[in-house]
Every structure is written in C-alpha cells, then in structure tokens.
DNA sequence: AAATTGAGGTTGTCTAGATGTCTGCACTAA
DNA sequence: TTAGTGCAGACATCTAGACAACCTCAATTT
C-alpha cells in the first residue's frame, strides 16, 4: 500500500514529513469529525518507524488543527475535511473597486450597535452614536470568498437596517436612500483570520488572510457612509490595483 | 540561579514546559532581535536534561515565533511582534506609490539570470533571455521593512547590473539610463513568508506577510522594465490606497 | 445498589545514543 | 589570488526503552 512507501533515501523528504502527509491525505478522504485515528503504537507498526517519529507526524496534523489528542483516550479527527485545494489555478483576481459594487452576498448578521472607537472615528461620529452592523458573505462558484463587515451610520441610511437584503449594497444606497458614495481610502494588510472567520471562509486559521479597510464617503458632501473590513482567503484572493 | 530550578515532583509542570517559559523570560527580557541564543547542547546542560527535551522546550518558542532555528547555525531571536499588535500607532502605512521609488534600501543579491515563466511573461521576453535578478531590503527606523525582488531585462538597463549601487533605483534608472518608468498593475496577496524572508524581516514563520507583485512599463514606449515582487510584514505594513 | 479497586490500553514525558545535513572557516593546491 | 577540500560546530532526524499520567470498564468490596 501507499501507507507503506516510506522513502528513506538521502535527499527524499524525512520519514515524519513523509507519513504527516500520508496521514493527512488519509484523514482528509477516509475520515469523518469524530472518528478516532488507529492508536500510535499500531500506526507506528504500520509505518514502520518508532513511536516517536511516528508521534512527530501527527504533531504537524495537531499543529494544523486537522486531529485532536486526548491523553488516554486517543487522537480524534477535528475539522471535516474540506477540501481547500481548490487549486493554484482557480485564484480568483479582485478588483479593489468593485469590492462593495457587485454581486450578490448573503447577510450573515443585521443589528444596531454603538459606535466604539475605530468605526467611530472612521465615520466621524461619536463615540456611542448608534450605526449598523452588517455582515455579509460573498460567494464565487459558490465557494466562500470573502466576509465583510459594514458600518453605516444609521441616522444617515435607516433603509438599509429595515429592509436591505441581498443585493448590491450600493446600488440599494443609490435607488433606497439616494446617496451616491465612493471609496476615499484603502487600507490593507495581512492577518491571521479570526476563529469565526476561518470557518466561514473554510479555511485553516494557519493560512493567512487578506484584509482591506474601506472608507465610503458620499459623492457631493464627503460625509462618510460606510466603514467595511473585508477578509479574504489569502490564497485564493489577490487584489488588482490599476492606477 | 531560576534557570536551573526545574521541578521534576510529580504534579509540577513537564520539564520542557518549565524550560520553554525559563527560556521565554529569558528571550524576551535579556536578548534583542538577531541575537543568537547558546548552541542546544549548551542548554541542555545547563538545564540537566537531555538535548531531546531542550529541544521540546525551543520549539514551543519557535512555534510561538519567538525564536528561529537555522540548520547549521544556531537558533536566533526575532523581533518581539505582540508590542507591534498592541501599540497600533507604530504601524507604519506604506503608500503603494512610493514602493520603488522612495528612500534608501540595501542591496542584498545582485545577479544575472535567464527568465522564467513568470517573470519571462510579466516582462514580454522571451524564456531563458538574460535578466538582472535584483534583491534589496529596505528599513525603517533601523529595523527591516520590507524585501523586495525586482526583475529587469539586462539588454533594456545594462547599467543596472554595472553600477547601481543603493540610491532609489527609480531615480537611479531615470538619470543613469533615461528611462521614465510608470506603474501599470500591482496585484496584491497574502502569504506564507518562505524561510529566508522571514529571517530578513526578523518575523515569525506562522505570521502572514502581503506580497504585492508590480509591473513597471517605460512611459512611452509602454515597454516593460521592471517586475518587482515585495514583501512585507503583515502586522507592521499596511498598505495605503488612494483611488 | 453503590462505591472502590485494579488491570489494561492509550497518550505524555524523559533519557540515551547514533547518524544525517548544513554552515562557516581554515587550509591547501593550482 | 582563487578555487576547492576538509573539518568542526550546530541543528535535524531516527531509533530504543522506560515510566508516568490518564481513561475505561469490569471485578470486587461495602
């Protein structure tokens, strides 16, 4: 079996790389969450190796967040396996400025909340003034692409609180509220994604994530209207910018 | 002395345990970033345990990115990176416009390569033509900043090869070799740092860096004259976009 | 019936030793 | 002077064995 093709000649990965893989193509197609590993003693019998190389192969898979030991009971498979090789070839190109124009997005979260610091002095408001917090997923090949988090302030644009779905939240802020924005300011950086993050991008919380802080101002006034973060996928994402 | 008061009862802490937060206080407050910390035989002595359990104690730093092994050298600390996460206006905001043209930036590596793929397309010449592989870091306040790879075709900028030393290579190719460049596209992601940037940057391996890809045209001609690909700490850059 | 004990299985920690691989540097030879 | 060789120092990997700590569950005791 492949299990067994440990390859131990000079310039070859080491074994514990080696069977840290095989264990982790095992348990990403084989496995389910919850199901338990073969203990250590019958996979280092298996492999062919001591206990303890073996046990330097599932450290790796500990460190991804892929199983879970519990001493005395046995390793445990964590995350369903999701298959995050979407492909090198599949990267997707965003383009900075259609990041709030286009497309659809489901809205994950809707509610009121004060303003604290940073979205307060983003917006220009103070500190307590109640906004809008609006968290949306957009979806590419109906793979999860990226989160953001919308701050509006909600004296300016009630509408979007009472009745915003789905669609384009600035074409809603045109036709519903009648105010025209555009982006005044970027900012972006790269991060270790949030637990919740992670997960509803379906992504390790290893792998690095791309985010972009957003100001939306309004077209005649300059008064700012919407406040968005954006997390993506670090390595699905790339940002194009053209001056 | 505190580092030899390892407490092996039973219901103490595992030994590594105790030695990785010895060495933790120990890294955090005597040593500065770039020091080198004793060989592992070394510690394993002072501590009375076997260079097996050092070890399991330096990788809890390594993981931590406080420290970073190099084979064959030694294991050195990194640049404390929660101070930068805590303290939010030391961040530095890094203007996309000033990537290749500001400030003084070290040249690390400078060499004559044949084009490949990607670099042979970004630049419209054909595989395996002659370019000049350019290699800088670049600091701010006397700490690394960014590194940046920059990919020009020899026969367009033979100067650069020749003479250019470590001034702004904008300024360097507008004077010495007369050409006026402009950027047309800059694609941004973020990544894993590979192992000999991370140590540029006195970053963590674990911790995300942006990469931003530019492609530089003559202004005239629109012919292509630079590819540049930098990378930054992701907690300590920012990038700034105007529209 | 309930509580306790104990055996066996499983992961966790530690020691000991051997060998592989990478780096830097001194030395040598052309 | 320069290129190459070789060696010592340092981290990387692998094996072997022992014991500790923890969990489960059945057998025993109360």
């Known amino acids: 079996m492949s299990a067994l093709m440990i390859n131990r000649g000079s310039g070859s990965l080491p074994v514990?790389?080696?069977?840290?893989?095989?264990?982790?193509?095992?348990?990403?197609?084989?496995?389910?969450?919850?199901d338990i590993l073969p203990t250590e003693a019958e996979l280092a019998k298996r492999y062919n190796v001591n206990r303890h190389t073996l046990r330097h192969a599932v450290d790796e898979l500990v460190e991804d967040g892929l199983v879970i030991r519990q001493h005395g009971k046995g390793t445990f498979v964590l995350a369903p396996s999701i298959d995050y090789v979407i492909g090198a070839n599949t990267r997707f190109t965003e383009n900075l400025e259609s990041l709030g124009v286009t497309t659809q997005s489901r809205v994950l979260r809707k509610q009121i909340i004060p303003a604290r610091g940073g979205v307060a002095e983003k917006l220009q408001i103070e500190e307590g003034t109640e906004v809008i917090f609006l968290e949306t997923l957009r979806e590419v090949d109906s793979k999860p692409f990226c989160i953001s988090s919308h701050f509006l302030p909600l004296e300016q644009v009630p509408e979007v609180f009472e009745s915003y779905q789905s669609s384009s939240l600035h074409a809603f802020l045109e036709t519903k509220c009648s105010v025209k924005i555009?982006?005044?300011?970027?900012?972006?950086?790269?991060?270790?994604?949030?637990?919740?993050?992670?997960?509803?991008?379906?992504?390790?919380?290893?792998?690095?994530?791309?985010?972009?802080?957003?100001?939306?101002?309004?077209?005649?006034?300059?008064?700012?209207?919407?406040?968005?973060?954006?997390?993506?996928?670090?390595?699905?994402?790339?940002?194009?910018?053209?001056?």
């Open 16 to 34: 514990y790389k080696q069977i840290s893989e095989s264990l982790r193509q095992e348990v990403q197609n084989l496995y389910k969450a919850g």
């Open 182 to 243: 555009k982006r005044t300011e970027s900012l972006i950086s790269a991060v270790s994604p949030l637990a919740d993050d992670a997960l509803q991008l379906q992504m390790p919380r290893n792998m690095p994530a791309l985010r972009v802080k957003s100001l939306n101002v309004e077209m005649d006034s300059q008064k700012p209207i919407e406040y968005v973060v954006t997390r993506f996928r670090g390595d699905t994402a790339q940002l194009s910018i053209q001056p």
